[in-house]
């Protein structure tokens, strides 16, 4: 059944969210439905917190990343997740079996982390020529839990968690699936697709948030260089990182290196940077709650942003362009 250009008829788009009647949080006092433009939420005395991102650099398993970028953003706040609202715009025509697919994914992901879709907007549209998703995120956190990408101090260790380009092995793998399986086979190939499961960081964000941490910020466009450059730009402090001790996957650079690609600018959710002046305790915790996590460098007075490697060192300038742009380009 191909849909026509325009938003979704009202009988198909009250079928599709009925998917989603079952309540995840009672804090949501609306759920969507014909009509609802708005949602309410009660958080009594939490704060509101609120994110909204698109997804514009991957073809598949768009639902899947579409919700963890928003939430790892709230967690990145110290926020914990409560409802999203999701935007679709597909080309013109697309078939009804796919935005099927596409909210399917959205509810298993947002069901597993109880989180409450709570309205949206979903069209058909010739503005774009593939698929689009956009998710705002609403989240709660304590007023003296809120935390920010500004609050990094001189002196805090910088603690990176999990392994960077997690997110942008994870899409490249989706988008030369057949180029990465005559190079490197199936079995590497379905190991680095199934990455895109592991591209949360609300644990170790939400974790991190009761702890003493000056800032914390998930890595996203750009990669670990391009976050590194953000939590210094915003703070007005330096940093100085070690980069071999930035855990990468050997996957990851396998693949990086097939397609002359620089690990650490390439998209990375499934990390996040967290500054704080007591780096051993936060380790600890990280690790006795079974998260991978690294020492990487500190923050300094000097406002240079340094990067050690080896004997070099590498002044860090804000990152232009995603690498995962690039390799878009080499497909074609």
Same mark, same amino acid.
């Given at each position: 059944?191909?849909?026509e250009v ?11 969210l ?7 949080r009672k804090e949501?006092?609306?759920?969507p439905?014909?009509? *609802?433009?708005?949602a ?10 609120i994110?909204t991102?698109?997804?514009?650099g991957?073809? !598949?398993?768009?639902?899947i990343?579409g919700i963890?970028?928003?939430c790892n953003d709230?967690?990145?706040?110290g926020? $914990?997740p409560v #409802? ?7 080309p ?5 079996d796919?935005?099927?697919?596409l909210?399917?994914?959205?509810k298993?992901v ?5 989180i @409450?879709?709570?309205g ?5 549209? @010739?503005?774009? %020529?593939?698929?689009?998703?956009s ?5 709660k956190a304590? %007023?003296?839990?809120?935390i %920010?990408? &500004? #609050?990094a &101090? ?13 997110e ?7 988008l030369?699936?057949?180029e ?10 379905n190991?680095?697709?199934?990455l895109?499961?592991?591209i949360?960081v609300?644990?170790?964000g939400?974790?991190?948030a009761?702890? %003493?941490?000056? +800032? ?13 450059? *953000? ?8 940093f100085?990182?070690n &980069? ?5 996957? $050997? *996957?990851?650079?396998?693949?990086? !290196?097939f ?10 959710s499934g ?8 780096? +051993?305790e936060?380790?600890k915790?990280?690790?006795e709650?079974n998260?991978?996590?690294?020492e990487?460098?500190?923050i300094t007075f000097e406002? *240079? ?9 590498v002044k860090i300038n +804000? ?14």
């Open positions: 059944m191909k849909l325009g938003k979704i008829p009202n009988a198909i788009l009250e079928k599709l009925f998917k989603f009647s079952e309540p995840q949501v006092l609306t759920k439905g014909i009509g *609802e433009d708005c309410a939420i009660d958080f009594a005395d939490d704060i509101c917190v994110t991102d698109p997804i514009t991957a073809d !598949d398993e768009v639902g990343l963890h970028i928003a709230l967690a990145s706040s926020a $914990e #409802g999203i609202l999701v935007t679709i715009l597909a013109a025509g697309t078939e009804l796919t935005i099927e697919k909210l399917n994914q959205i298993e947002s069901a597993a982390m109880k @409450d879709v709570i949206g907007h979903t069209e058909v549209t @010739d503005a774009v %020529n593939r698929m689009v998703l998710i705002t995120a609403i989240g304590k %007023n003296d839990k809120l %920010n990408t &500004k #609050g &101090k001189p002196g805090d260790s910088i603690i990176f968690t999990k392994y960077a380009a997690t942008g092995t994870a899409i490249l793998s989706w030369f699936e057949k990465l399986n005559k190079e490197f086979g199936e079995e590497f190939v190991t680095t697709k199934n895109i499961s592991s949360s609300v644990k170790e939400l974790l991190a009761q702890f %003493n941490v000056s +800032s914390m910020h998930d890595v996203t466009e750009g990669g670990v260089l391009g976050a590194l450059w *953000e939590i210094g730009t915003a703070s007005g402090y330096g100085k990182v &980069k071999n001790k930035i855990p990468i996957l $050997e *996957e990851t650079r396998r693949l990086c !290196d397609l002359s690609l620089d690990p650490l600018k390439l998209i990375s990390s996040m940077i967290i500054t704080t002046p007591n780096g +051993s936060l380790l915790i990280l690790h709650n998260i991978k996590a690294t990487i460098g500190c406002k *240079e942003f340094l990067l050690i490697d080896g004997e070099d060192i +804000s990152v232009e362009s995603d690498e995962l742009y690039k390799a878009r380009k080499m497909k074609g």
